[in-house]
């Protein structure tokens, strides 16, 4: 599957595990915000990356990554929260 564009968002207490994720995510893209940033990283390659930033980090936090609007590049617009998919969110 062709890599997609999403845009990840994270809130951690612990500031080394901050700067890690940082420099995780720089890897794949560019930082937006603070603690938001858009890559381009096809399914799977997301998941892995998901799962091992979910392992590493257990002192607590979140992390949510959107899908991208493949027309506009704009995650999540005009979406109500409701209704974005489950698999978007993951918390430890």
Do not use: K, N
């Not at 700067?19 to 890897?27: D, G, H, V």
């Not at 799977?44 to 091992?52: E, P, Q, V, Y």
């Not at 590493?56 to 979406?79: I, K, M, N, Q, W």
């Amino acid at each position: 599957m062709q890599p997609s564009w999403w845009t990840v968002t994270f809130d951690l207490p612990d500031d080394r595990d901050r700067r890690q994720l940082t420099t995780l995510l720089r890897r794949h893209g560019v930082r937006v915000l603070y603690s938001v940033f858009t890559i381009h990283i096809g399914d799977a390659h997301l998941d892995r990356l998901l799962a091992t930033t979910a392992d590493r980090f257990t002192g607590g936090g979140h992390l949510l990554a959107l899908p991208s609007c493949p027309d506009c590049e704009t995650a999540g617009y005009g979406v109500p929260l409701e209704v974005l998919p489950e698999q978007g969110w993951t918390g430890w």
